[in-house]
């Protein structure tokens, strides 16, 4: 069975504050609630399908702020919602899956998790991408700089051997070193508040 899976709609198609809504908004918006109302029938352009009838397939959507949605859309039977806020344990398992290839032992997931409370499961993702950004910072400055590894990657002769990556062995100090660096940064920008004078007229 095939379904229909459309990630973070609220971003997409919410409302913030005074943003204005964009005509494609407004298409997604009104092909959902048609489908929403006749699941059975579904319009090529301007033409219904001859036959009229289509079996019916689940569409899902995910988000983190469904009140910026229009509200008819959400509605008791249009929609059906399912909050999930994952436990300590659900945060624990995923992030164990997540650094499982790595050969992170669970002692250390279980400490990084507990190092960095209250994250979002992007946040755990975002430590192993930027041990690797540094990995890859420092492999880049060894074969010459972006000068020469550039063109190596983009025009590369015929027989020539490409410079070789070693993904960097992943350890609990270099993690949470990503992990310290990345709440520096969250602090930063709670600090200028640049979201808050963007959002200013969200409560309007």
């Known amino acids: ?23 494609n908004n407004q298409i997604v918006i009104g092909t959902l609630m048609n489908l929403s109302d006749n699941p059975t029938r579904v319009s090529v352009g301007q033409d219904w399908r001859t036959e009229d009838i289509t079996n019916r397939i689940p569409i899902i959507v995910t988000g983190n702020d469904f009140s910026t949605i229009y509200a008819p859309l959400i509605r008791d039977g249009r929609m059906d919602k399912f909050y999930w806020q994952p436990t300590q344990e659900d945060i624990f398992n995923i992030v164990n899956r997540m650094y499982e290839k ?17 994250q979002a499961l992007d946040f755990y993702g975002a430590l192993r991408s930027r041990t690797y950004d540094k990995a890859i910072s420092k492999w880049v400055e060894e074969n010459g700089g972006m000068e020469k590894v550039g063109p190596k990657l983009v025009r590369r002769k015929r027989n020539e051997e490409l410079p070789v990556f070693t993904p960097p062995e992943q350890t609990l100090e270099a993690l949470m070193e990503a992990g310290h660096s990345l709440i520096r940064e969250q602090e930063l920008i709670m600090k200028t508040k640049l979201s808050k004078e963007y959002m200013k007229n969200s409560d309007d």
């Open 1 to 23: 069975m095939s379904c229909l899976m459309i990630n973070d709609l609220d971003a997409g198609v919410g409302r913030f504050g005074n943003t204005q809504h964009t005509v």
């Open 102 to 118: 790595d050969g992170i032992p669970k002692e250390e997931v279980a400490k990084i998790v507990n190092s960095f409370p209250n």
